[in-house]
């Protein structure tokens, strides 16, 4: 009985490995064809140019206007979050220019 239990499991291993090694094959070249061939894998997107342009057109304008922000933004000569330390900081360059042009006006 116990060479019988044995020998199923053999066969049965016999019959199992081929086919995991089939479908990890499968598993492996299958995304790999898909990746080197892509016009392979799917409808194309020449079916719709007008939609893509129009979709083209959106992403560009949805671009130009974020890079303007952007620009607007890091071409500000102080940050908002710096405000009042750059407002700190003139008054007190003012308060220095202050002193000095009423020291030189002393010595004079």
Known sequence: AR???KRSARSLRLVL???????VA???AVPTWNHFHPEATGPTQKSAP??????EARASMNDTVLMNQIDSNVS???PDALEPLAQLSEQAAAAKTTVLEKKDASQE
């Open 3 to 5: 060479f019988a239990e």
């Open 17 to 23: 490995a081929p086919a995991l090694g089939a479908a």
């Open 26 to 28: 499968v598993a492996v």
């Open 50 to 55: 007008a939609t893509q342009n129009n979709a």
């Open 76 to 78: 500000e000569e102080v």
